[in-house]
């Protein structure tokens, strides 16, 4: 829930002035943004990303796409078709790298954004589950073969209560930074990691539900083996298959 304010159209172009400052992969730009004006779009973005109905109310939705479209399009408008031809070598099409490539772009520009908003007072929410439902975004957005949508965001100035409200706990430095090499966590740090977690009142409502016993089984169950979980994986592989052409 965010204040009930409009975000102006300064402050919006101050926001994608910023965004498009972003670091992005030999300045090539794998990314394009879709600002979600239309109420039924944001209707629709409501249902098919998991029925989170602030979605529709947040006064700023944007769409970031890993696109690769646009150089495809650009090589075809350059002649890049013609002289692979003279030179007998076919035409490369993107790959899984290609992909890869482009969601990185485009998250650092979705994150430059958030960082952008939050020094103008505005507040703002990820929104993963737009790689669900592949097929319905792909015919909402009119989305071409080399285009994939890798996250929303929904910004919104926020209330008085979310202004003072604790951050969000995040894990301890000692099991994220390594040093010179990656480093598997052992049984007692991963039972230590969250430890104070766990006697927080909002696991403790949880932990009686299907038998869940720590953090872990209770992460398994809500997300990892969730349905959206599963459904993320499916409308993910149907997006590879349409990237590579499978």
Not at 90 to 119: H, K, N, W, Y
Not at 168 to 183: A, G, M, N, Q, S
Not at 192 to 212: A, H, L, N, S, T
């Amino acid at each position: 829930v965010s204040e009930e304010k409009e975000i102006s159209e300064e402050i919006k172009e101050k926001l994608f002035a910023a965004t498009l400052r972003a670091p992005t992969a030999g300045n090539l730009m794998l990314y394009s943004i879709i600002e979600v004006k239309d109420q039924d779009a944001k209707d629709t973005l409501v249902r098919t990303c998991d029925n989170q109905p602030f979605i529709a109310r947040a006064p700023l939705v944007l769409l970031f796409l890993a696109d690769y479209q646009r150089w495809i399009d650009h090589f075809q408008a350059s002649g890049v078709e013609q002289l692979c031809e003279q030179e007998g070598i076919p035409m490369r099409t993107p790959e899984e790298g290609d992909l890869f490539l482009a969601c990185c772009d485009a998250l650092i520009a979705a994150q430059t954004a958030v960082i952008a908003a939050e020094s103008l007072g505005i507040g703002s929410c990820y929104i993963g589950d737009i790689m669900e439902n592949y097929e319905e975004h792909k015919e909402l957005f009119d989305l071409p073969q080399y285009v994939f949508p890798i996250c929303l965001l929904c910004f919104g100035y926020p209330t008085r209560q979310q202004r003072e409200r604790a951050l969000t706990r995040r894990l301890d430095e000692r099991y994220v930074i390594f040093e010179d090499r990656y480093r598997r966590l052992g049984p007692e740090e991963h039972e230590d990691m969250y430890r104070d977690r766990q006697k927080e009142p909002v696991f403790g409502q949880q932990r009686d539900v299907r038998g869940i016993r720590n953090i872990g089984q209770m992460t398994y169950r809500r997300k990892f083996d969730s349905d959206f979980a599963r459904e993320m994986n499916r409308s993910v592989r149907a997006m590879l298959q349409a990237w590579v052409g499978g």
